[in-house]
């Protein structure tokens, strides 16, 4: 079955690290893949595919998925396009946008504030703060 997804990238992110940038593509590549999978699987096979769906809904359950199922996939992928990333960075941009779900907040505190401010660096860093997250800073 064909399935067109268009993922349209905010330009106000786009003075990110190549290293956030590539994170939220996954993200919203992973969103598209669960609508995929929603809009060409019979209900009974999405359902137990995807069971999450029938405690939470739209992106709440899309975002429960991801933390749950995917975010060490993310993490991996992301330090395969980068393999100076460290585990803990690669894992932080793994969680942006997941900061609502149950996974999350089953965090410690630390844990969390550290994930945000490595969120928060990477999404517009000065050139020392990339080199000492090892992220790759885009050209402007």
Same mark, same amino acid.
């Given at each position: ?16 690290? *190549? ?7 996954? @993200? %919203?590549?992973?969103?598209? =893949?669960?609508?995929? /999978?929603? #809009?060409? !699987? ?12 029938? *405690? ?7 975002? @429960? %998925?991801?933390?749950?199922? =995917?975010?060490?996939? /993310?993490? #991996?992928? !992301? ?22 779900? %149950? ?38």
């Amino acid at each position: 079955a064909n399935y067109m997804a268009l993922i349209e990238l905010n330009p106000k992110y786009l003075n990110g690290s *190549k290293d956030y940038i590539a994170a939220t593509i996954i @993200h %919203e590549s992973i969103h598209a =893949y669960i609508r995929y /999978m929603r #809009n060409t !699987l019979d209900t009974n096979e999405f359902k137990n595919l995807f069971p999450i769906y029938w *405690k939470y809904r739209g992106n709440e359950a899309d975002h @429960h %998925e991801m933390a749950e199922k =995917y975010l060490n996939s /993310m993490a #991996n992928f !992301l330090k395969t396009m980068n393999p100076r990333l460290s585990e803990s960075v690669a894992k932080a941009l793994a969680w942006g946008g997941l900061n609502k779900t %149950e996974m999350w907040g089953a965090l410690g505190d630390s844990e969390k504030k550290q994930i945000l401010i490595i969120n928060n660096i990477s999404s517009n860093p000065t050139q020392n703060q990339a080199d000492s997250l090892n992220l790759k800073k885009c050209l402007n």
